[in-house]
Each structure stands twice: as C-alpha cells, then as structure tokens.
DNA sequence: TGACTCTATTGGTCGGACCAATAAAAATCC
DNA sequence: GGATTTTTATTGGTCCGACCAATAGAGTCA
C-alpha cells in the first residue's frame, strides 16, 4: 500500500540552526553552563543572517535549554531545561480542547494514589513536617478568610506528598498535573470549610502510621469528591 | 524574614506580544482553529517591528500553539498543542543533567505498575489484539535479525499498554517517558534474544485473565532486570 | 584607595527590502 | 463553454545594516 508520507516541513534556515544547536547538546558537546558564540559569529559561521540565528535561540531559550543574556559578557548560556514546561503543555493541551478535564482527574487520581502508596513506605520525619506544616498554614488561612490564599497551600500538598517519594520525576509528573488542577481550583474558588483540612488531618495520621491502604482509602475518597465538583463548575462556565 | 525576590527577567517587547496572545488563547477568546492576523498587521497593532512578532509567533509555534503556514491565505493558526513536547522537556532535562536515569526508571516502572492494573480492568478485545500483534511483529523483526527495528516495536508494546487505559493523560505521561527510554534503548542496541518476547506473552495471557497481580508481577520483573541492564550500559559510556 | 567614567561587547529592536510559497482571479486555449 | 495555464495579490521567510540597552572591565580622577 501507498505509504502516508511524512509531512515534509519545510526547511526553514533557522530551524536549521536550532536543530543543529540541539543535536550538540544531545550529543553531550554542549553542557549546562557552556556559552554559545555570539549572535554575530553564529550568524557568519552558519553562513545565515543574524535574524534567523535569533529565532532559533529565542526558540531553544522558551523550552529552557539556553538563557540570553546581554552585556558585555552575555551571551547565549546552556541552562539546565525548565521542569515547568511540561505543566504547560498539559495546559495547553487542555486549553486547545486536546485532553478533557476527566481524564486529567482521573490520571491524578491514580497518579496520586501510586505516590500515597510511595511516599508511606519513604517518607521521612522531615517530610511528615512538611506536610503538618502545610495544612497547619491552610488552616490558619481557613481562620483568617483568605480562602483564595489557601487555594494555593492545597495544591502544594500534593507537590509535598510527591516530593516525600523522594524521585524527582514524580515530582515533576505530579507538579504538572497540578498547575492544571490549580487554574480549576482558582475558577472553582476557594471553599470555606475545614472538610479537607480535617480529611488531610486523617490522612496525614495515617500516612505516619505507615498504613498505606488506609491513606489511600482516605486520598481516594476526597479526590473523588473533589472531582465531582469540578466537573459541576467546569460544565457550568464552558470554556469552548 | 527577607523572601527571595523573583528573578525579574527583562521586559523584552517579543515577550510581551506572547505573553498577550497566550492570554487570549488562555481565556478562550483564541480557539484552536483560528487565524491570527498577519505579521504585518500584528506588528503595526502592537506597535513594535515585524521581528518582534516573528519572535513571539516562532516561540508559540515551538510550544505548538499555533502553526506558521506561507502562502496567500496562510497565516498563523492556532494549533492544538503537541503531547510529544512532554516528551521533550523530559529528554532535555535528562540530558541536561536535571534528573537521572534511575529517577527516570523508578517513576516508569510506578507508572507502569498503575497502567498495568487499569489496562486489566479496562482493556477491550481491540486492545488485546493490538498487543498481540505488536509482539507477533517484535518476534518477525527478532527471526529477521533486525535487532535494531525491534527496539521501537518494543517501545510501541508499553504505548499501547498504555492505550489500553483509555486515558489519554496516562498515554500521554507513558509517552513522555518511553522518548526518553527509547534513547537508552537504542544506545544500549537491540536485545538478540527472545526473552522479552517470552516474557510479553505471559503478560498478555495474565492480562486476558485479568489477573492484575499475576501481570504485575510479570512486569515488574522485565522492567528490574531492564533497569539494571540499561544502568551498566549507560555507566559505560558516561555522557557527561 | 575608592568612586566615577569610559568603552568594548553583546543581546534587543527597528525598518525596509526582496524571495518563496500559495490560492484566487484572470487570461488563454481547445 | 469548459478546462488549463498564467497572472497577481497575499503572506510567511530571510537578509542587511543601523541603532539602542545592558553590562563588565579598564581606565581615570579626586
């Protein structure tokens, strides 16, 4: 049969320049640190204008694999990538119709429920802290009516829950699908009960006791209740 | 105490004319279809060079928000986003030193666990059948001496796995982080042997069972001895 | 010595020109 | 009249050359 063809982009110069850039930091020439040649040498040694040049640093500065930075000794600097990218793109999926608030919450929930199961067998002293830190501070916000404010100490629950599993990939996993749960909470706003405060008390308890069915069970629960009433305001102010 | 300040990043114009139009997409006035106007048009409206613009556009269009096209009625068209980014944040990031490949590993093999259980209870007759096929292809590539070729139908196996879920975040997380695994696959070269062949067969028989702790068992071996083959290979030929 | 100024380097922006791709409109041919 | 070819207008892609803005180091002066 007639093979579909590959979509053949085409060949613009400066996608040139940001590939080859790219292979030699794929290929190890290029570390985190290293500076790039000038604007103006890149631009004669690749034998193209400096615009073009431009484009492709641009590009490779917003996905977090250079930084620019002028003056005398600027330049264009190898960084280290940017982790928060990969929230954006869920984002932007989101936003663009490509991925549906269901299936968001529901990889959350089992995502949420492997580093329950994680982070009770890992946890530490220091991590269990973090985390009594953190609702002690929702509460306190709860007390003083800044309930938008807490919004923000909810979610960093979960990023300290992932950060107990002590695998930075989880992390990053678990900070990108919250950023996007964070936009929902914001539009949801903020509730005015201690109902999560205390469930997150429950759990907590038995996230120290080392009992991971029981957290999980407790995890589950509000998250499942959470995600019924997201959908509910979500399907109330439709987006598209 | 004194709180750390935000880095402040310079106010540069093509940073600006981004950062609006992302808002427009963010509030939904932008939808995935829509043209922007021309460059020329936009240049004018924010007041600010063609270049400026182009730089705005070529970034968004790297973040897959909108799609450059020439031509008498091209334009710049807002896109749907693009779920391979995911995986390149995480490429970057690897090969940038911002995690490792245990970190990497460890959360794969979570992930895959939690696939594993939901592809059990979820996963149709269709998808079986994918399965299947895929390893029936993997043994053709294995028979064939195309050891290489079979490095990619292997991948594809825990994609459509992933499939099987019916959710199209987990295929999307799975995705992400088999681009990266595919690098050390095809680093560490095609396996000679049929083992992993053997091995997918018994998964398939536990997962047409249903039995989601047999399959789970059989995965989590695979994926160990994977993992400490792919350590080795890769402390051999440091990249740093 | 110390604070200031100058200067060279490098990213950021501009404007205007031309090329390349593309689709609609116009002209041409059968 | 209809199909085909040519023209043309629109729009992204590239280039050039100039100037501005930030910055670190050298040089200067009190």
New binding site residues.
Partial sequence: MTQAFAPLK?N????QVLTQIQERIASGELRSGDK?P???ELAESF??????V??A?RSLERTGLVS?????????FIGQGDPGLIGDSFRNLYQLGSVSLDALTEARLWLETTITRIACARATDKDLAALTANVDEAERLLLAKRYDDKIDIHIEFHNLLARATHNAVMVMLMGALMDVMRDFAHTAGGERHDLTIKARRRFLAKLGARDADAAVAEMTEHLESLHVRYRDRMKARPQR
Same sequence: chains 1, 2.
């Fill in positions: 085409r613009r110069l400066s996608d790039l000038p604007e103006r034998g193209v204008s400096r615009g073009a431009r484009e640093l620019l930075q002028a003056g005398a000794h600027g330049g264009a």
